[in-house]
Every structure is written in C-alpha cells, then in structure tokens.
C-alpha cells in the first residue's frame, strides 16, 4: 500500500472534492460548499484513493462535518484512524460524525465507535 498523505486544504478545493465525490449531507440540506465553510479542511490519498473530509471541534469532540472519496477502494477504513490522530493533536477526547450508510457504521463499530442516538424526520 502506499503512503497515506493528509493536507490540509482550501474550503473551495474541499467542495470541489466533496461535489466530485457526490457527498450528501446526512440532513439533506447542506451543501459541499456550507459543509466544507463549517471547519478545517483535508485531502487524504493513499496513491489510488482521494478523500475529503471537514472537521469541527465542539469542546473535547472533534465532529466529522462531511467526508468523502472519488475512487474509493476503503478509504475510510484508512481515513477514521487519521481522524483520530488529528483528534488527539487536538486535545480532543472523542470524534463522533452522523451518516447514512449502513456500512460506514459497520465499520466504525469495529473500530471502537458506538451508536449514540437517532435521528428521525417525517415529511410533512
């Protein structure tokens, strides 16, 4: 496997990435570019991946804003322990991120990540 690169990177370059991912925000109102505004933005590639992702700190938690990969071959298995790290440098004693698929919360529980609530919605 290649070296894993992190940068930090601009929000235009970051809403262009989250676009080109096709990332929909968990609620269905933000927007890659509201998204990518909201924190610190990263690229991450391996040499055959790249992913985005935005980061908000809220006291000891560092929240995933929006992440993202084009040509994704389990970037996120790579991209949550990066998270971490920058967690940690941080001073941060968790990361918590809301999402609608089923298998990123497969994977995060086997990485040590718990359920903490629910969000529901009825169209009106």
Same mark, same amino acid.
């Given at each position: ?13 970051? @809403? &262009?990435?989250? %676009?080109? /991912? *096709? =990332? ?8 890659? +570019? ?32 929006? @992440? &993202?990969?084009? %040509?994704? /071959? *389990? =970037? ?8 971490? +790290? ?39």
């Amino acid at each position: 496997m290649e070296k894993i690169q992190v940068s930090k990177v601009s929000q235009v370059e970051a @809403a &262009g990435l989250m %676009a080109a /991912a *096709g =990332l929909n925000s968990a609620d269905g109102i933000a927007t890659p +570019a509201t998204i990518a505004a909201a924190g610190e933005c990263f690229k991450l590639s391996d040499g055959t991946s790249e992913g985005v992702f935005v980061l908000e700190r809220h006291g000891a938690r560092m929240w995933i804003s929006g @992440a &993202g990969a084009v %040509a994704s /071959a *389990g =970037l996120a298995n790579i991209g949550l322990p990066v998270i971490e +790290a920058i967690a940690r440098q941080s001073r941060c004693e968790r990361v918590g991120f809301q999402t609608l698929r089923p298998g990123l919360v497969k994977l995060a529980k086997k990485q040590g990540y718990r359920i903490k609530g629910f969000i529901l919605e009825k169209e009106l």
